[in-house]
């Protein structure tokens, strides 16, 4: 018994100092220390000696059995230190990695600036739905039943009842339908047309509409506000005018062009919005009284605000996602 306990000890004295990753000390382990390793079938002759034998037997094989698990700890922690030390090794000389950073579309910023600009005059923010219905996209906006903008080459019908919105006016209707008077409110939004692409027109824009009904609301205030705005989002020096328009849902209506002088180029008006009074037509079929209320109403594009900005003369880089135009802004 002596002997074979000498033995063993030698053998795995020199298995240990083999070693050299934690996959082979764990197999170590298994074969020697584990409940099914040479020292569990030492320890079962152990209890088959006589009497006599088994004090001295005993005390050794435990004493050898302790020293060498602490012989084999040491070992495991060493290579376990080794082996964190060389995954954190950090090489400074390699080139690094580019992280790249997102950013707001430009149209975005934008839209973000003009909600900015309006907050500030007090208008709260609404939106609707973009998939609407004839009735709120046309009837509740007072276009006769066979208004051109109703044709199939405008609108992209989704069955007689429903469409794709063409304006962000249709909100307006919901908002005096569901809305406690005065409504003060920009309407951001995506409208859809079935126009010809091209640089000028895209199937898909932005808009932001506002609306202002109250008791005593009049076109003074409705020019002083577009005023102050354009003054504010193009610069003081801005140079716009006001021309009479029409709008089924606004009476009178009227269009604000801006002064445009791309360089080199020879400068024009370009229109951005269209505007005027809420007709009292719609005013009464969405259940406000027109003798006591007046509103105006007006709807900002937003692609064209943008492209005079910031000198863009064609509106499907907005669309196309090109990195090259986004990471200019
Ligand atoms: N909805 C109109 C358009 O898309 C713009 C507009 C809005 C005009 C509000 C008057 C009042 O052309």
């Given at each position: 018994?002596?002997?074979?306990?000498?033995?063993?000890?030698?053998?795995?004295?020199e298995?240990?100092?083999?070693?050299?990753?934690?996959?082979?000390?764990?197999e170590?382990?298994?074969?020697?220390?584990?409940?099914?390793?040479?020292?569990?079938?030492?320890?079962?002759?152990?209890?088959?000696?006589?009497?006599?034998?088994?004090p001295?037997i005993?005390?050794?094989?435990?004493?050898?059995?302790n020293?060498?698990?602490?012989?084999?700890?040491?070992?495991?922690?060493?290579?376990?230190a080794e082996?964190?030390?060389?995954?954190?090794?950090?090489?400074?000389?390699l080139?690094?990695?580019?992280?790249?950073?997102?950013?707001?579309?430009?149209?975005?910023?934008?839209?973000?600036?003009?909600?900015?600009?309006?907050g500030?005059?007090?208008?709260?923010?609404?939106e609707?739905?973009?998939?609407?219905?004839?009735?709120?996209?046309f009837?509740?906006?007072?276009f006769?039943?066979?208004?051109?903008?109703?044709?199939?080459?405008?609108?992209?019908?989704?069955?007689?009842?429903?469409l794709?919105?063409?304006?962000?006016?249709?909100?307006?209707?919901?908002?005096?339908?569901?809305?406690?008077?005065?409504?003060?409110?920009?309407i951001?939004?995506?409208?859809?047309?079935?126009?010809?692409i091209?640089?000028?027109?895209?199937?898909?824009?932005?808009?932001?509409?506002?609306?202002?009904?109250d008791t005593d609301?009049?076109?003074?205030?409705?020019?002083?506000?577009?005023?102050?705005f354009?003054?504010?989002?193009?610069?003081?020096?801005?140079?716009?005018?006001?021309?009479?328009?029409?709008?089924?849902?606004?009476?009178?209506?009227?269009?604000?062009?801006?002064?445009?002088?791309?360089?080199?180029?020879?400068?024009?008006w370009?229109?951005?919005?269209?505007?005027?009074?809420?007709?009292?037509?719609?005013?009464?079929?969405?259940?406000?009284?027109?003798?006591?209320?007046?509103?105006?109403a007006?709807?900002?594009?937003?692609?064209?605000?943008?492209?005079?900005?910031?000198?863009?003369?064609?509106?499907?880089?907005?669309f196309?996602?090109?990195?090259?135009f986004?990471?200019?802004?």
């Open positions: 018994m002596l002997e074979k306990i000498e033995k063993l000890e030698a053998e795995i004295k298995a240990i100092s083999k070693i050299t990753d934690l996959k082979s000390a764990e170590l382990r298994i074969k020697y220390f584990s409940k099914k390793g040479e020292f569990t079938r030492l320890f079962d002759e152990f209890r088959n000696l006589p009497k006599e034998e088994k001295k005993g005390q050794l094989l435990n004493k050898v059995k020293e060498l698990n602490e012989i084999f700890k040491n070992k495991q922690a060493q290579l376990k082996k964190a030390e060389s995954e954190n090794y950090i090489d400074l000389t080139p690094g990695k580019k992280r790249e950073l997102g950013s707001y579309h430009l149209l975005t910023q934008t839209l973000r600036e003009i909600k900015g600009i309006f500030k005059l007090g208008f709260s923010i609404h609707g739905p973009e998939l609407e219905s004839d009735y709120y996209n009837e509740a906006l007072n006769p039943p066979d208004h051109p903008a109703r044709d199939m080459q405008d609108t992209f019908f989704i069955n007689d009842k429903f794709l919105r063409t304006h962000t006016s249709p909100v307006q209707a919901r908002l005096m339908q569901s809305r406690d008077l005065p409504i003060r409110a920009i951001p939004g995506k409208v859809y047309r079935n126009e010809a091209s640089a000028k027109s895209y199937c898909l824009f932005h808009q932001v509409e506002g609306l202002y009904i609301v009049t076109f003074a205030e409705l020019v002083g506000t577009l005023v102050s354009a003054r504010e989002f193009f610069g003081e020096d801005v140079k716009y005018r006001f021309r009479p328009s029409f709008f089924p849902f606004t009476e009178p209506s009227a269009e604000v062009d801006i002064w445009w002088e791309p360089s080199g180029k020879e400068g024009r370009l229109e951005i919005l269209g505007c005027g009074m809420v007709d009292p037509n719609v005013l009464e079929f969405n259940g406000i009284d027109s003798e006591k209320y007046t509103g105006y007006f709807g900002l594009g937003i692609e064209r605000m943008t492209m005079l900005k910031y000198g863009i003369d064609d509106i499907r880089v907005f196309d996602n090109d990195k090259r986004l990471e200019q802004f």
